[in-house]
């Protein structure tokens, strides 16, 4: 069965270090979603794909966190620098287009010290 | 500014009983709604998907039901199994970019 694939699956870090995630949708799905959640608390959008062009980025924290989609498959998520407050499990999801059933990955825990 | 709510955010049942979980959203004009399930330390798994021009979707023993109107969706889980233990999350898409909105979650134990 296709499933959406994250690596790594945990990270820790040191506080003001840089941290990426990579994601690989399943094969077909044009977009693509990077979410965080807090332990607790419902995942909340970072940043959203539509093949490689950027649809959503609104909450993304963009002096620290940068996402790319280049060839408008597989996606990376960079935070620089990484501050305590990012950690989080940041999950990736796909869905074969905007209105369409979304999966998604096992997610990243991150841990910054 | 869509809003996602959740009740109740815990609930504990003994084995075989049916259960309701209630998710409501503030903005009516909704795409789909879909409600996932997930296990702790895990990532989330589709459970059921509703169209906004759809009332019901079942898959076994879960039936989810969609009142656009009033902003209201209900999860019901026939017979509840401990393993269906986990926190369960619904999430609307809406926007000019079909955002899918979380709720925060509520979490089932169900007690052999």
């Known amino acids: 069965e296709a499933e959406v694939a994250q690596s790594p699956r945990y990270k820790i870090t040191e506080k003001s270090q840089a941290v990426a995630f990579w994601c690989d949708p399943i094969s077909g799905h044009a977009t693509l979603y990077w979410y965080r959640q807090i332990l607790g608390q419902g995942p909340e959008l970072l940043v959203q794909f539509q093949d490689e062009s950027v649809v959503d980025d609104s909450q993304l924290p963009k002096d620290r966190f940068s996402a790319e989609r280049l060839k408008g498959v597989d996606s990376t998520l960079k935070i620089q620098p990484a501050e305590l407050g990012d950690s989080a499990m940041y999950l990736c999801?796909?869905?074969?287009?905007?209105?369409?059933?979304?999966?998604f990955g096992q997610g990243t825990r991150l841990t910054v010290v | 500014k869509q809003e996602v709510t959740q009740i109740p955010a815990a609930l504990s049942v003994p084995e075989g009983e049916n259960l309701v979980l209630n998710c409501s959203f503030t903005?009516?004009?909704?795409?789909?709604l879909q409600w996932f399930r997930q296990d702790p330390g895990k990532g989330l798994t589709s459970l059921l998907l509703i169209q906004s021009s759809q009332r019901e979707q079942t898959s076994g023993r879960l039936n989810a039901s969609l009142d656009k109107s009033s902003g209201r969706s209900t999860l019901y889980i026939a017979a509840s199994q401990p393993g269906d233990s986990a926190t369960y999350l619904c999430?609307?898409?809406?926007?000019?970019?079909?955002?899918?909105?979380f709720g925060k979650g509520t979490l089932l134990t169900v007690n052999p």
């Open positions: 999801a796909s869905s074969f287009t905007l209105n369409t059933e979304a999966f």
């Open positions: 999430a609307v898409s809406g926007g000019s970019n079909y955002k899918l909105t």
């Open positions: 903005d009516s004009a909704i795409y789909n």
